[in-house]
C-alpha cells in the first residue's frame, strides 16, 4: 500500500465532514436531537409491542392514529399488533392503507409477508418479500422467508440466490445492515447517525464508506461521496458499483470529463450493462456531445421501448440542439410509457411555447388528484397544470397550481436563506475599495470570460444567444467551476456559524489569485471550441464577483436584470430540474431578490465600471442601441449576427431555450400583471426594491447614449 492510500485509510472516515445543512463539527457521529410528542408516543408503544402487550400497544396506536392518520410508523405498529393478535385481514388493511401513503416503505411489505405466511397463503407472502428487498436489500428477515419459500417450491437455483444473499448479510458488520436498511427506507439522518459512529472504529471499512457517501448524495453534499468513493476505489479498484456511484458523485459536481472517464472503465468491464451505458451517454450530454448521447440513448430505447426516463433523456436533448418538434413526441411518448408522469408533463409546459390539448389537460388534472400519484409526479403536474390553465387565460385556477406546486417542492427541501445572507453581509465588509485597490495586479490577466449574473428568469438567456451569435464568442453553459473554486476554499471542515469563506480572500497572495484563475480558465477549456471568448452564465455567481475579480481582474462581467415584480414571480412559476432552492415561495423570492440587489449595489461601489447592468425591458424596447452597448463594453466589434440571435444554432438548456429560438417579442414583459390580485404579498416582500428597476433606466444616461457607432 502506497503512502497516499494509508493516508486515505487512516483519514476517509474521520474527515467527511458532515451535511453542511446540519449542526454538526466533522467527525462527530451525530447531532443531539429533540424527540416530537408523537415520537416519543411511537417509542412507548413500540415498548409495549416488545414487551407482549399487543392490545394495549394497539390502543394507544389506534388512538394515535386519529392526530396523525397519515403518520407511517403509527400505521406500520397497528398492522404488527394486528397480526399478533391474530386480526389478519385487519392487519392487511392497515398495511394497504399505509403502501398508498408510503409505497417506498420496505418493511411494510415485509409485515404483508409476515401476514400472508401466518394465513398459510404462500404464494403472495413470497411476492411481498421480494417487493420488500427490492426497495431494502438489507431485510435479512425477508431473505430467510424468501429461501424457504423458494426451497418449498423447488427453485433450487433461486434458493442459492437468496442464500447468498442472506450470507452476505451475516458477513456485514450490524450497524452496516441496520444503517442500509434505515437508508433504503428513507430514514437518513439515523442512517447517518449509526454508519458515522461505525466507521469512527472502523474507517477502512469498504461497505461503510460507501454508505456514507450515498447518504451525502441523497443529502446533496457532493464533495464528500466524491472523496469517499475515491478512496474506496483505492482499497478495491474492481469494485464496479462504487464506481458507478463515483461517475454519479462526479457528474452531481460537474467533473464531467473525469465521470466520462470513469464510465468508459466501467463500459469497458461489462459493455452492454444499461446503467452504465445510461451514466456514459448523461456524461456526454454534461460533455455537450449530444450525437453521441442521443446515439447511445437510441439503442437502449431499442431496446425497451417503454423506458419512459429514457423517451426523457432523448426529448431532453433534442431540445437543447433545437429539435422542438422531435423533443415534443418524445416528451408524448414519456407520457404514454408512464402514465401521470409529471416530469413529461412539466417538459411540455417548459418549452413555454407548447400548448396542452384538453385530453392532456384532462389527464394531468386526474394524475394529480389521485391518492396514489407520488409527490414528485404531484407537484411537477401542479407547475404543468399552472403553465396550461395560464396559457387558457384561468389565471386564478392557474396560480393555485402554481402556489400548491410551489408548497409541495419546498417541502421536500432543507432550505433556509440565512447562510446566503450571512455571506452576502460579510462580502460587504470585507470587499470594499480599499481591499481591492491593495490588490491590483492580482490574478491571471486572461480576459476570455464574460460572466452574465443575476436571478433565473431575468433574460440572461437572451443575452447570452445575442453574444453567442459574435464570431469570437463561445456559448457554453451555466458553468459550476466558480462554485466549485468556492467550495475548496471553504475546505473540509466546515462550521456554518463561521464559515471560512468569504474571509479567506483576505489571505490569498498574487500568485494563489493567479493560480485559482488559471485553474478555471483550464477546467473550462472543455467547453470550448477555440473562440478568443465565451460566456459564463451561471447566475448564482454574483455572489462571487470579489473572487472573480481578485483571481481574473480582466473578466467582464454582466448583470441581467429585469422588473423584480416579472422576474422575481417568473421564478415563482419556475420548476428547476435543480437547485434555484430560493425560487419555492414569494417570501424567499423576495428575500433573494433584496440580497441580490443589496450585493450588486455593493459591486457596483467597490468596483466602479466593473460590471454592466443590462435591463431586459430595454433589451426588448431597443434591441439595436443595447446589443451595440453589450459589445462595446466587451470589447467586440459590431457583428450584424447579434441583431439576428435567434437564426444562430446552438445548444441552450435553460428554461427559455425556445423562446431565444425566435425574435424578440414584447407579450411576456408584463405578463405578472395578469396575476396582480393574488401577488400583493410578493410586493409587499419587495418594499422599495419592486422599483428599482425603473430609477435605473431612467437615471443611465449612458444608455440614453448607446450607439454602435455606424447606421447598421
Known amino acids: 500500500m502506497t503512502a497516499e492510500s494509508r493516508h486515505i485509510k487512516a483519514s476517509a472516515a474521520t474527515t467527511v465532514a458532515p451535511p453542511r445543512s446540519r ?318 408522469y409529471g416530469d413529461a408533463y412539466w417538459s411540455l409546459a417548459n418549452l413555454k411555447t407548447y400548448r396542452f390539448t384538453d385530453a392532456e389537460l384532462e389527464e394531468m388534472h386526474r394524475h394529480a388528484a389521485l391518492e396514489t400519484t407520488t409527490p414528485v409526479d404531484r407537484y411537477h403536474l401542479c407547475f404543468a397544470l399552472g403553465k396550461a390553465l395560464e396559457d387558457r387565460g384561468e389565471y386564478r385556477r392557474s396560480f393555485e397550481f402554481y402556489e400548491r406546486g410551489n408548497e409541495l417542492k419546498l417541502k421536500e427541501l432543507r432550505f433556509g436563506l440565512e447562510p446566503i445572507e450571512r455571506t452576502a453581509r460579510a462580502q460587504i465588509s470585507l470587499c470594499t475599495r480599499p481591499f481591492f485597490a491593495a490588490r491590483a495586479g492580482f490574478g491571471c490577466p486572461q480576459p476570455d470570460p464574460i460572466f452574465i449574473v443575476g436571478l433565473p428568469r431575468a433574460g440572461s438567456t437572451l443575452l ?41 480572500l483576505a489571505s490569498l497572495d498574487a500568485a494563489h489569485c493567479a493560480r485559482l484563475g488559471e485553474i478555471y480558465l483550464a477546467d473550462t477549456q472543455i467547453y470550448r471550441t477555440g473562440r478568443p471568448f465565451f460566456i459564463d452564465k451561471m447566475p448564482n455567481n454574483f455572489r462571487h464577483i470579489g473572487l472573480i475579480h481578485l483571481i481574473l481582474p480582466n473578466a467582464k462581467i454582466i448583470d441581467a436584470r429585469r422588473d423584480p415584480m416579472a422576474c422575481c414571480f417568473s421564478n415563482f412559476k419556475q420548476l428547476f430540474a435543480s437547485g434555484q432552492e430560493f425560487t419555492y415561495g414569494l417570501d424567499n423570492i423576495a428575500r433573494y431578490y433584496r440580497c441580490y440587489v443589496e450585493l450588486m449595489d455593493h459591486w457596483n461601489e467597490a468596483l466602479p465600471g466593473k460590471i454592466l447592468r443590462v435591463n431586459h425591458e430595454d433589451v426588448v424596447e431597443d434591441l439595436d442601441a443595447n446589443v451595440c452597448r453589450i459589445l462595446e463594453f466587451c470589447g467586440l466589434e459590431f457583428e450584424p449576427a447579434c441583431l439576428e440571435f435567434y437564426k444562430t444554432e446552438r445548444k441552450v438548456r435553460t428554461a427559455s431555450s425556445e423562446q431565444v429560438r425566435r425574435p424578440i417579442f414584447k407579450e411576456g414583459v408584463d405578463q405578472w400583471r395578469k396575476f396582480e390580485p393574488w401577488l400583493e404579498p410578493l410586493k409587499t416582500a419587495l418594499g422599495t426594491n419592486r422599483r428599482d428597476n425603473d430609477a435605473f433606466r431612467h437615471d443611465d444616461d449612458a444608455f440614453q447614449q448607446a450607439s454602435c457607432g455606424n447606421d447598421t
Open 464 to 504: 447570452e444567444q445575442i453574444l453567442a451569435s459574435h464570431s469570437k464568442v463561445e456559448g457554453t453553459l451555466e458553468l459550476s467551476d466558480i462554485p466549485r473554486l468556492v467550495n475548496t476554499l471553504q475546505g473540509r471542515v466546515y462550521d456554518e456559524s463561521n464559515p471560512p469563506y468569504p474571509g479567506v
Open 23 to 340: 449542526p454538526l463539527s466533522a467527525g462527530t457521529a451525530h447531532a443531539t436531537r429533540t424527540s416530537s410528542p408523537v415520537e416519543a408516543e411511537v417509542l412507548r408503544l413500540r415498548t409495549l409491542m416488545e414487551k407482549g402487550q399487543f392490545a394495549a400497544a394497539l390502543a394507544g396506536a389506534e388512538a394515535l392514529l386519529e392526530r396523525v392518520p397519515e403518520n407511517r410508523d403509527v400505521l406500520y405498529l397497528i398492522a404488527v399488533n394486528r397480526r399478533y393478535l391474530n386480526r389478519i385481514p385487519e392487519a392487511l388493511a392497515a398495511l394497504e392503507r399505509c403502501a398508498r401513503l408510503h409505497p417506498g416503505y420496505s418493511r411494510l411489505y415485509q409485515e404483508r409477508g409476515h401476514c400472508y405466511i401466518a394465513a398459510r397463503n404462500p404464494g403472495p407472502a413470497l411476492e411481498a418479500y421480494l417487493a420488500a428487498v427490492r426497495i431494502n436489500p438489507a431485510l435479512p428477515a425477508s431473505w430467510n422467508a424468501i429461501q424457504v419459500l423458494f426451497r418449498s417450491a423447488g427453485r433450487s437455483d433461486d434458493t442459492r440466490n437468496a442464500a447468498a444473499h442472506l450470507a452476505e448479510l451475516e458477513r456485514l458488520p450490524a450497524p452496516v445492515v441496520t444503517a442500509t436498511g434505515l437508508f433504503a427506507d428513507g430514514e437518513i439522518h439515523a442512517a447517518e447517525h449509526v454508519i458515522r459512529e461505525f466507521l469512527l472504529s472502523n474507517p477502512d471499512h469498504v461497505e461503510g464508506m460507501r454508505l456514507l457517501a450515498q447518504i451525502g448524495m441523497k443529502l446533496e453534499i457532493y464533495d464528500d461521496p466524491e472523496f469517499l468513493l475515491e478512496s474506496v476505489l483505492v482499497f478495491a479498484p474492481g469494485y464496479h458499483a462504487a464506481r458507478y456511484e463515483y461517475v454519479q458523485a462526479l457528474l452531481a459536481r460537474h467533473k464531467s470529463q473525469k465521470a466520462l472517464e470513469e464510465a468508459r472503465v466501467l463500459l469497458d468491464h461489462e459493455p452492454e450493462n444499461r446503467n452504465y451505458r445510461t451514466i456514459y451517454a448523461t456524461a456526454c450530454v454534461a460533455l455537450g456531445s449530444y450525437d453521441e448521447a442521443l446515439a447511445v440513448y437510441r439503442k437502449l430505447l431499442d431496446e425497451a421501448p417503454r423506458a419512459a426516463g429514457l423517451h426523457l433523456s432523448i426529448a431532453h436533448a433534442l431540445k437543447t440542439v433545437g429539435l422542438q418538434s422531435e423533443a415534443v413526441e418524445s416528451y408524448r411518448a414519456a407520457a404514454a410509457a408512464a402514465p401521470g
